[in-house]
């Protein structure tokens, strides 16, 4: 079913691509309930592209997004670190999202992110704004959510939140915590861990030879 009533980016998806866009997203937020006539809106996307077979982060990106029915709340900037004059110097979500596809290979190369938030919230924002999904269709091809892969590899009664599945996988958390570009490199970390187990959907434990270690 698709998550979005705007027409989708032409681009096939190809799942057998070496590279994965790991993905992490913070929207506007309050300490407690939305003010009346706001919601959650995308104001960052944090993006690091893993290199699968090579086994390690190539690069790291960030979107800022200006949102259009809600404002940063001071709750928001004290957990993110992200100010409402910063995000209002964003682009528009349909920009963040063809730039995604145009610059990012979204739609062409797999995804994913640390739990299924941040695909609900894209579809959520791509409904309202009557924007195409940049993803491609169908989500569960398309996505890996990351945290229920580290659980079930690591034996966990509970899913845990990223902070904790580093601590766990004694890896150390890189940059700020709930900030979009930071969390998504600390992510990665967690899928080539996940690689190196051979746990990750679709890989083997052996790493490839020559290949170069994470950084």
């Given amino acids: ?6 027409r989708p980016y ?5 799942p057998e691509s070496a590279l994965l866009n790991v993905i992490d997203v913070e929207a506007t937020c309050w300490d407690g309930q939305p003010p009346p006539g706001s919601v959650h809106e995308i104001i960052e996307i944090g993006l690091t592209v893993v ?3 090579a ?18 709340s001071d709750f928001c900037t004290g957990l993110t670190g992200l100010t409402r004059a910063e995000v209002e110097r964003g682009v528009p979500f349909a ?11 979204a739609g062409e190369r797999p995804w994913a992110s640390w739990g299924e938030y941040d695909r609900r919230q894209f579809a959520r924002q791509s409904r309202a704004d009557g924007v195409a999904y940049p993803f491609g269709y169908p989500a569960e091809r398309t996505h890996t959510n990351a945290k229920a892969v580290f659980t079930t590899a690591y034996g966990l009664p509970r899913k845990p939140g990223m902070d904790h599945a580093l601590r766990i996988a004694g890896l150390p ?3 700020r915590h709930h900030r979009g570009e930071d969390d998504a490199w600390n992510i990665a ?10 746990a990750w959907p679709g890989t083997a434990a052996a790493a490839p030879e020559g290949a ?3 950084r």
């Fill in 189 to 198: 970390a967690l899928v080539l861990d996940l690689l190196g187990r051979g």
């Fill in 95 to 105: 920009e963040a999202c063809r730039i995604l596809v145009e610059e990012y290979g």
């Fill in 173 to 175: 958390l890189e940059g």
């Fill in 55 to 72: 086994r390690r982060r190539v690069s790291r990106h960030r979107l800022l997004v200006r949102p259009v029915r809600s404002a940063v």
């Fill in 212 to 214: 170069a270690p994470a």
């Fill in 10 to 14: 032409p681009r096939p998806m190809r």
């Fill in 1 to 6: 079913m698709r998550e979005s009533g705007a």
């Fill in 51 to 53: 290199d699968v077979r």
